[in-house]
């Protein structure tokens, strides 16, 4: 992995926003976030007060952003930072994985809601009403119930995520989630690109699963919480 590549990863966010996911930002020059109903993320160019000010101006009442950084963020008037966890960046570097695309199926704008409800129930992570539209996404439906789905969600040059990954809790321990890892897995390395994702530093049974599937730690990250200032604090 060169040095690039290093720098790209360690502000995913912003990397995705200034290349393949451009169409997809809120802000100028400094500071980007995704438009609200596709991902709550949000990245800056570097961590100084004009762009946390920046940022803050995209956040009105009562809108707030996850933010990803590599140290603790100090105290500033621009914005409210809370910290909310601790998260590793895995990457996949060897080659493509298997899995049978047996009653796998491709998820489209018309599995919207489908797929809205099921990470509603399962809580894999954030996902809005037009997260599904970055990147591919693929799920299995018994008797046309949604029954688990992945997806990609960053997009920076040369790295895809794979995220969203969740299984109704009456089809877990199926090897459902693997089996849709390692489609995905494969189909981002045949198309040059290297997969990673991002995994709560706690869930270690998620962690234990990844590893099996060949994703290796690269990263970990302070995820913050970031409000606008507080005007009636002012």
């Not at 912003?14 to 400094?30: P, V, Y």
């Not at 940022?55 to 809370?82: D, T």
Request: hydrophobic share 40%.
């Amino acid at each position: 992995m060169n040095r690039s590549a290093q720098l790209a990863l360690d502000n995913p966010v912003w990397s995705a926003l200034t290349t393949r996911q451009a169409h997809l930002r809120e802000g100028d020059r400094l500071a980007f976030r995704y438009h609200p109903d596709i991902a709550p993320f949000a990245g800056v160019e570097s961590e100084i007060e004009a762009a946390f000010q920046e940022l803050g101006g995209l956040l009105p009442s009562p809108q707030q952003v996850a933010m990803l950084s590599l140290a603790p963020l100090p105290q500033m008037e621009a914005v409210r930072c809370e910290h909310i966890g601790v998260v590793r960046q895995m990457v996949a570097m060897g080659g493509p994985a298997g899995g049978t695309n047996d009653e796998v199926i491709r998820l489209t704008d018309l599995d919207a809601a489908d797929m809205l409800e099921l990470a509603q129930k399962t809580k894999p992570g954030p996902f809005g009403k037009r997260t599904h539209q970055m990147g591919h996404y693929i799920g299995i439906r018994d008797g046309g119930r949604l029954i688990a789905m992945a997806g990609e969600r960053m997009q920076l040059d040369g790295y895809v995520e794979i995220s969203a990954v969740c299984v109704d809790d009456e089809y877990r321990g199926r090897g459902l989630a693997a089996r849709l890892m390692n489609i995905l897995r494969r189909e981002i390395r045949q198309r040059g690109d290297i997969p990673f994702l991002h995994v709560f530093d706690d869930n270690l049974s998620a962690i234990a699963l990844y590893e099996r599937l060949g994703f290796e730690m690269r990263q970990t990250f302070l995820l913050y919480r970031i409000k606008g200032s507080d005007p009636a604090a002012a």
